[in-house]
């Protein structure tokens, strides 16, 4: 999301937002009161957070938003809430003659006028039309980003996990791999990760099969065999490459590990039946000091909550130089590339 800082020196309103690759700034305004420039640049950082909280928790991704109070629909509801926004920073609620005022449960809507009464303290018209200029570049950007397209403010969301994927990016992140099948940093700064991720999955069971084949191995048997020339990350890529070949899709398996970690870093557990049956096993195990190494090695989710897309991605790529790794060392005679991309095209009705 975008962050805003108060630049005490210049006296300026600052717009910062990642690349994939590094962060850009943007100056947006004067501002003629410091001694609230702090405070406004806290409360657009606030409410940049909830609006992006729009994109990587969207109503399609948590059931039938049409079920008044369900979750889903309250992630529509607060979706709603951009149109909310700009006469909010116009014209603020403010406290009455007694001390009291209305405040929105919303939070989009209730920091939109945490924004507007600290331009109503400062008082500057010129500012409140920028800054409402601004947020309203913001809004523009989630909105491009929901629809697959990354160019410009909307950069950021490279940077940020979706659990819905867009066919758009996909295709993008697939024509990539075709050209490159070991991955270029485009992957990363360019396109949404989770779709980035649903394209490498299925070029990485592709990579996963030319390299089994040449070597005797199963697919799913690769990665862990590339571990032993060059360390990898092992367990989630074999993890994605056994559900594939289970007959799941790469969006399946890529959404239901992104949901995980999602719910991890929410405090959250989806697969609590997983944990009491590995617990079990532990418990039932006559080893006294398994259940010390069990915890110290079990992960609640196989992702980084706080980057689970990214990371997924990392993993993947990582896995497919592990199965070029492999392949090299059976020295076929046929570029690794080649065999890839043959493979891939053999059935793309995979890449879903």
């Known amino acids: 999301m975008t962050r805003y800082a108060f630049d005490s020196g210049a006296g300026t309103l600052v717009a910062t937002w990642g690349t994939g690759r590094g962060d850009v700034a943007e100056t947006i305004a004067q501002v003629p009161a410091a001694e609230h420039g702090v405070e406004l640049a806290a409360a657009l950082a606030s409410l940049a957070r909830f609006q992006w909280r729009t994109y990587t928790h969207p109503a399609t991704a948590a059931g039938d938003p049409d079920v008044v109070n369900g979750e889903a629909w309250r992630r529509a509801e607060e979706r709603n809430r951009f149109a909310k926004v700009e006469a909010a920073l116009r014209t603020p609620n403010l406290p009455d003659d007694d001390g009291c005022m209305l405040v929105f449960y919303s939070p989009i809507e209730e920091s939109a006028h945490h924004v507007g009464r600290v331009l109503h303290a400062i008082g500057d018209a010129n500012l409140v039309d920028r800054v409402v200029n601004e947020v309203l570049t913001?809004?523009?950007?989630?909105?491009?980003?929901?629809?697959?397209?990354?160019?410009?403010?909307?950069?950021?969301?490279?940077?940020?996990?979706?659990?819905?994927i867009s066919p758009v990016q996909v295709h993008a992140a697939d024509s990539l791999l075709r050209v490159n099948p070991l991955g270029t940093i485009d992957l990363f700064t360019e396109l949404d990760p989770a779709a980035a991720s649903v394209a490498a999955a299925h070029w990485l069971r592709a990579a996963a099969t030319v390299a089994g084949e040449i070597t005797g191995l199963e697919p799913v048997d690769v990665v862990a065999e590339a571990d032993d020339i060059e360390a990898l990350q092992v367990e989630t890529p074999t993890v994605v490459l056994e559900r594939l070949v289970a007959g799941e899709t790469p969006t399946q398996?890529?959404?239901?590990?992104?949901?995980?970690?999602?719910?991890?870093?929410?405090?959250?557990?989806r697969d609590l039946d997983g944990i009491i049956e590995a617990a079990q096993e532990i418990e039932e195990s006559d080893e006294d000091d398994d259940l010390d190494a069990w915890t110290d090695g079990y992960r609640i989710c196989r992702l980084d909550p706080t980057r689970p897309a990214?990371?997924?991605?990392?993993?993947?790529?990582?896995?497919?130089?592990?199965?070029?790794?492999?392949?090299?060392?059976?020295?076929?005679?046929t570029p690794f590339e080649d065999a890839v991309r043959a493979e891939a095209d053999a059935d793309t009705s995979r890449l879903q």
Do not use: N, Y
């Not at 990371?311 to 005679?333: K, N, P, Y």
């Open 138 to 164: 913001e809004q523009a950007a989630i909105t491009a980003a929901e629809l697959g397209d990354l160019a410009g403010r909307a950069r950021q969301a490279v940077e940020l996990t979706r659990p819905e």
């Open 253 to 269: 398996v890529v959404v239901d590990l992104i949901a995980d970690a999602i719910a991890v870093s929410e405090g959250k557990v």
């Open 310 to 333: 990214i990371d997924l991605l990392e993993d993947l790529l990582g896995a497919i130089r592990g199965c070029w790794l492999v392949f090299s060392e059976a020295d076929s005679g």
